[in-house]
């Protein structure tokens, strides 16, 4: 396997969050699809120097098919099941000299809300940015970074470091995890205060539902129509382009479509 | 008189010259790691293995079989004879004649060595070998020329210094060749590598007409051991002596079906990479025929080097070791007993475990056995989905039954679904007391194990194990081969031991026992396809067929069947790593098929119908020999006398 896309810089501190995941059709405990990713991105940018971090069960043998991915250690911050993990993140991350932090879009197990880069962004006070593929330069402390928006198309973003970034299933897939690897590496595990998560021991749990799609009445005759309405980009002709404007008459055109669209009543 | 002094000393520097090289090789094949031998029953074991077991597998070509036993068998002889006659000076007239026999056998065999060499068939390397019928000629009749004073056929000293000059030139060939040559590497080699292979053989249960077919367990308690064979001395020391045994003959090459379809796979180019990996260097100046698509001379390798790099190259590219089905046809024709598959699954092992590369689907499929315990990744709650409807018995609830139907991972494909129904028709009708392990079945670890991955084929073997363990039954029926020859020969290293039957055998004998009530098939043209892992694997080839007879079928052999069936590309996970070549081994297959004329090929293997019902049609129909029994099925009929047509179809 090749992984040249993008040139190692070993003086990047990557640090790339993980969680344990769940097979979709058994729901077996394995490394989550797009936290794979992040360290699949974090190894290509930094090679052996990438530090992996996971808050939560150092025991999680599924932890271990991170490992697998050739890396020597798995740090992991012990944590209980039910404890919101952001504030122990914070504190751990903000002693480190980590400069990127990448991890999944959202978790395949536990609340799986997709919040927690934005919380750990907002806490830190670092830019985020979602959806990101593909790093592609990396100098004077700003990042050259491709963002995965909808139909792949992509778009250019300069970022100043250090920053988070989420990773979808646009990011290169993960390497394979190997068995030797997985089982030599190591788990170390740092203790730290477990916080409570006051929403989790509040709220009930329930199985999510799949959203409901909306429809997309297509009334193409040709083939290539259709194919055009596959592939076109969604041209919803209500869009409209707010510059130059006062930021209260933005806000306003916002609230105004939010209404229409009956996201607030 | 000149020869009388020269040869004594010229044939006893060449002996002490093989001698010198026999330590020298031994120490190489020693570099590899330790393996368990008998060390002397194995030398003593040499000429029964020879004459008997490898004489099986060389009879097959009665041409080079002759030709071999009177080749070697007179040089043999005449070796011993002239250190006697020449080297000890026993000048008797008795060993004269005699010797002068063993030359004239040898000259002759050798006469026939260079008649195939004179227009040799691609399988055969050239180079070295091209010569080697040469020296063989000059050997014999030098020494026959040089032996008649002693039988007092010629006056001593006849022709002078210049016979005896040339006489001396030619011995000197003859011994370099055949006596150093032997330890040196040169062809020769295979004789003495090849009885030493013999006589300490890693599957010594391969002799005596045993058959030992499973891969060997590997060794997963030290965590940290590398896996598998990284470099050539990773390889058991008696594997690195089998590969020096190869004559380079290419039967395995003339057998390979990936070879065949264009894939960079030759099994003969594998193992001589293996011996220049054993003794290092390039590959330059191997003289048979390439990896199809890889030019020789660009790859290299040494003892202690990896055989594979992933980025670059060394000893062997991956998609070689991945091209491979692991159907064994290569084992089967190795006159030398090499075990091929062994070790590309070896040097699988190492890809898999420590680097994590399994080319295309591999890891999705390894992924999914681990999270699913099937390679689709279907969800485990389906694995009945394809019997709702036919009330089976589950082996939970009845804890006990005569035979536990194994269904394998045919149960999440509809097309073997099929194949699994029909079966089940038949058991019913033959009112077997039967039942199955539902959602406790797991994927048998077959592809995990073919594709490297040993620590999830033993997972799933030690689960299914365990899961087996709990309840009582006779046998284990399966219309699966892989999983056949898996639960039958592989589980047993771990611990599990059961008696099982493919399907086609245990029919059989329901046929034989009279609980079938059948019909006969009317004049339709069946031919039978033998899937590897149940034929070459574990010598079946008679069940299939006496089915098929017993329901009215005249099978119409293909030229390719018995022990030499071309596998169908199904095998090894090689349609998971699906390597390119310039054709499909399927299309390959269904070619054989079609020059039968038969409108149906019957088969007895999940994979084996995948395969062939790939191709494109127009093609003969593909069906299971339990859907060709179910069709004909009579069933609860109430006197067996009334002949019905074939009317039902399987499902
Ligand atoms: S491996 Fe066996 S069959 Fe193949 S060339 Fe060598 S001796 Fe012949
Ligand atoms: S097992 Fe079959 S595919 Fe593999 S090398 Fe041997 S003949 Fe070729």
Redesign the interface.
């Known amino acids: 396997?090749?992984h040249n896309t993008a040139q190692a810089s070993p003086a990047l501190n990557v640090v790339a969050l993980v969680s344990v995941g769940a097979?979709p059709?058994?729901g077996?405990a394995?490394r989550a699809e797009q936290d794979a990713r992040a360290v699949e991105l974090g190894l290509r940018l930094a090679g052996e120097q990438l530090e992996v971090l996971h808050a939560g069960d150092p025991q999680q043998p599924a932890l271990r098919s991170y490992l697998?991915?050739?890396l020597q250690q798995l740090h992991v911050i012990e944590q209980p099941a039910q404890a919101d993990v952001i504030s122990a993140l914070h504190d751990y991350l903000q002693d480190s000299d980590a400069q990127l932090i990448l991890t999944g879009s959202q978790a395949e197990t536990g609340e799986g809300s997709g919040m927690l880069p934005f919380l750990l962004a907002e806490q830190l006070g670092w830019p985020m940015v979602v959806g990101l593929t593909e790093v592609e330069h990396i100098g004077n402390g700003i990042a050259q970074v491709l963002q995965a928006l909808p139909r792949g198309q992509r778009r250019r973003l300069k970022v100043r470091l250090p920053f988070i970034a989420s990773l979808d299933n646009a990011a290169p897939a993960a390497?394979?995890?190997?068995?030797?690897?997985a089982?030599?590496g190591e788990l170390l595990s740092h203790a730290a205060e477990a916080n409570p998560d006051a929403l989790l021991s509040e709220s009930p749990l329930q199985p999510a539902r799949p959203r409901p799609k909306r429809l997309k009445i297509i009334t193409a005759k040709t083939g290539a129509e259709r194919m055009k309405a596959a592939t076109a980009k969604a041209s919803g002709g209500g869009g409209q382009i707010i510059k130059g404007d006062s930021p209260e008459a933005g806000a306003e055109a916002i609230f105004k479509l939010l209404v229409d669209e009956g996201v607030l009543r | 008189m000149m020869l009388n002094t020269l040869l004594p000393i010229l044939l006893f520097a060449a002996l002490a010259l093989a001698v010198v090289g026999a330590f020298k090789r031994f120490a190489m094949w020693r570099r590899g790691k330790p393996a368990e031998v008998d060390w002397f029953g194995g030398l003593l074991a040499i000429p029964r293995r020879y004459m008997v077991d490898l004489h099986h597998v060389v009879a097959r070509d009665k041409y080079i079989a002759n030709t071999h036993v009177a080749t070697a068998g007179g040089f043999v002889l005449a070796a011993v004879l002239a250190i006697l006659v020449h080297g000890f000076g026993l000048h008797s007239a008795v060993l004269g004649y005699v010797l002068l026999a063993a030359t004239a056998l040898m000259f002759v065999g050798a006469l026939f060595v260079a008649k195939r060499r004179f227009d040799p068939p691609a399988r055969l390397s050239k180079g070295p070998w091209m010569r080697l019928p040469k020296s063989l000629l000059m050997f014999s009749a030098s020494l026959f020329i040089a032996t008649l004073p002693v039988a007092g056929i010629l006056p001593a000293g006849f022709g002078g210094w210049l016979l005896a000059a040339i006489l001396l030139v030619a011995i000197t060939w003859g011994v370099s060749e055949l006596f150093f040559g032997m330890t040196w590497g040169g062809p020769m080699k295979h004789a003495f590598a090849g009885a030493l292979h013999l006589a300490w053989h890693r599957r010594a249960e391969r002799f005596g007409g045993g058959r030992s077919t499973g891969l060997k367990a590997l060794n997963l308690d030290d965590p940290q051991a590398p896996l598998g064979v990284e470099k050539p001395t990773d390889f058991t020391w008696n594997q690195l002596l089998g590969f020096d045994a190869c004559v380079q003959c290419g039967k395995c090459e003339a057998a390979c079906p990936a070879f065949a379809a264009g894939q960079p796979l030759n099994p003969k180019k594998l193992i001589q990479d293996m011996v220049v990996g054993l003794v290092g260097g390039s590959d330059a100046k191997f003289a048979g025929s390439p990896y199809p698509g890889k030019n020789i001379g660009e790859h290299s390798g040494g003892p202690h080097l990896p055989i594979v790099a992933l980025d670059g190259k060394a000893l062997v590219d991956a998609e070689t070791l991945w091209s491979c089905t692991t159907c064994r046809a290569c084992v089967e024709e190795c006159p030398m007993m090499i075990e091929h598959v062994d070790a590309i699954v070896d040097m699988r092992r190492h890809l898999t475990l420590e680097k994590g590369a399994t080319p295309n689907k591999g890891a999705e499929v390894l992924d999914n056995l681990i999270a699913t315990d099937n390679p689709g990744g279907f969800a485990p709650g389906g694995r009945l989905n394809w019997a709702a409807d036919l009330d089976l018995p589950v082996l939970a609830d009845k804890r006990q039954c005569d035979v536990l139907f194994w269904v394998g991972d045919g149960a999440f494909d509809m097309r073997n679904q099929r194949t699994l129904r029909a079966l089940v028709k038949v058991l019913k009708a033959a009112a077997v007391d039967f039942a199955v392990l539902g959602l406790e079945e797991r994927d048998s670890g077959d592809v995990a194990r073919r594709l490297g991955d040993e620590a999830t084929f033993q997972q799933l073997a030690k689960r299914n194990i365990a899961t087996l363990a709990q309840y009582t039954f006779k046998t284990i029926v399966t219309a699966d081969p892989h999983s056949f020859h898996v639960l039958k020969n592989e589980y047993g290293a771990l611990g599990g031991h059961y008696r099982v039957l493919h399907h086609s055998t245990y029919i059989e004998q329901l046929i034989n026992a009279g609980d079938l009530n059948l019909g006969q098939h009317q004049n339709a043209a069946v031919t039978y396809h033998d899937p590897c892992y149940l034929g070459r694997y574990n010598g079946e080839y008679e069940a299939p067929r006496n089915v098929l007879n017993a329901i009215g079928i005249e099978v119409r052999e293909m030229q390719r069947s018995g022990f030499r069936s071309r596998c169908c590309g199904g095998g090894g996970g090689a349609p998971i790593t699906d390597i390119p070549g310039k054709q499909r081994i399927p299309d390959m297959r269904m070619v054989d098929i079609k020059e039968t004329s038969a409108e149906i090929v019957a088969v007895g293997c999940p994979q084996c119908t995948l395969m062939l019902e790939g191709v494109v049609e127009p093609r003969p129909q593909v069906k299971d020999i339990a859907e060709l029994v179910a069709e004909v099925l009579i069933e609860a009929a109430p006197k067996p006398s009334v002949k019905r047509q074939p009317a039902e179809t399987s499902a």
């Open positions: 396997m090749l097979h059709s058994s077996r394995r697998g991915m050739g390497r394979q995890s190997a068995f030797g690897p089982r030599r």
